[in-house]
């Protein structure tokens, strides 16, 4: 196939002519249009190295749903071709690239947690700016079309697991669940992804501080069904990488209730 680098600014087929005007792979500006990005993919393909695809609705906050994100959060990537075989980071901090993959957020370098055909968890990095955000994975050398996600200063998301229980910890270490439940005035974990802006920074793919502790500089609080539970830290997990955590005490209240922690003016 041969384009030889013609424009639309000097297309042979009127604008007008039933609807097939500015047909080329180049605008009038000599920038690429999306065809050309289509074109590219199933040459490579042709050629045994297929794009990237990123599923539409396809990023969301890693544990998630939401398409949004806060600088330091875990970010999930689904789709195809993604990478040619899974492969998690040897440790931190984490590298820019990892298993021939590269993920770039508005062209800045993302650190990798793990990919695979169909997954990747990256970190947002820290100096991102609020607002929306271009997301590009480059596999071994065959860039894919960019996808949206919203960065926002503050994007809480309790982690879950089974039945859309929250993950927390008990007093004891161990994991609170019906069975195992929390006494009236002891202490739970949750733990979330979505911090807000940290009294002590951290570099992007780097662990959190164990000394000193990195705070959450928003408002928190948390409730247990209707039921204020005061909080006693809220912060990054020292010694660990994107995840925080919520301590608090439990209020005296009965019952398997929802747990809501709000950062700010945004909660879950």
């Given at each position: 196939m041969l384009t030889w680098g013609v424009s639309d600014a000097y297309s042979w087929i009127p604008g007008s002519y039933k609807g097939f005007g500015a047909a080329l792979l180049l605008d009038a500006q000599y920038q690429i249009k999306p065809d050309y990005s289509s074109v590219a993919g199933v040459l490579r393909s042709a050629a045994g190295t297929a794009s990237p695809v990123?599923?539409?609705?396809?990023?969301?906050?890693?544990?998630?749903?939401?398409?949004?994100?806060?600088?330091?959060?875990?970010?999930?990537?689904?789709?195809a071709n993604l990478a040619k075989e899974a492969a998690t980071t040897p440790g931190l901090p984490l590298p820019a690239t990892l298993g021939g993959v590269n993920v770039t957020v508005n062209g800045a370098a993302a650190p990798l947690y793990y990919v695979?055909?169909?997954?990747?968890?990256?970190q947002m990095p820290y100096s991102v700016a609020p607002g929306p955000v271009l997301v590009q994975v480059d596999a071994n050398g065959a860039p894919g079309q960019a996808a949206a996600i919203t960065v926002q200063p503050a994007a809480p998301s309790i982690l879950t697991y089974g039945?859309?229980?929250?993950?927390?910890?008990?007093?004891?270490s161990t994991v609170n669940s019906p069975t195992n439940c929390a006494l009236p005035g002891t202490y739970l974990t949750a733990y979330m992804i979505g911090s807000g802006p940290l009294t002590q920074p951290i570099a992007t793919g780097a662990a959190?501080?164990?000394?000193?502790?990195?705070?959450?500089?928003?408002?928190t609080t948390a409730?247990?069904?209707?039921?204020?539970?005061?909080?006693?830290?809220?912060?990054?997990?020292?010694?660990?990488?994107?995840?925080?955590?919520?301590?608090?005490?439990v209020p005296k209240v009965p019952g398997d209730l929802p747990l809501q922690i709000k950062l700010g003016r945004v909660f879950q």
């Open positions: 990123i599923y539409t609705n396809g990023i969301a906050i890693h544990g998630g749903k939401a398409a949004v994100a806060s600088p330091g959060s875990l970010v999930d990537i689904y789709g695979s055909s169909g997954l990747i968890v990256f039945n859309d229980r929250a993950v927390v910890q008990n007093q004891d959190a501080l164990t000394a000193p502790l990195s705070y959450e500089t928003l408002t409730t247990l069904g209707n039921a204020p539970a005061p909080v006693t830290f809220a912060g990054m997990t020292p010694g660990l990488m994107g995840l925080m955590q919520v301590n608090l005490q």
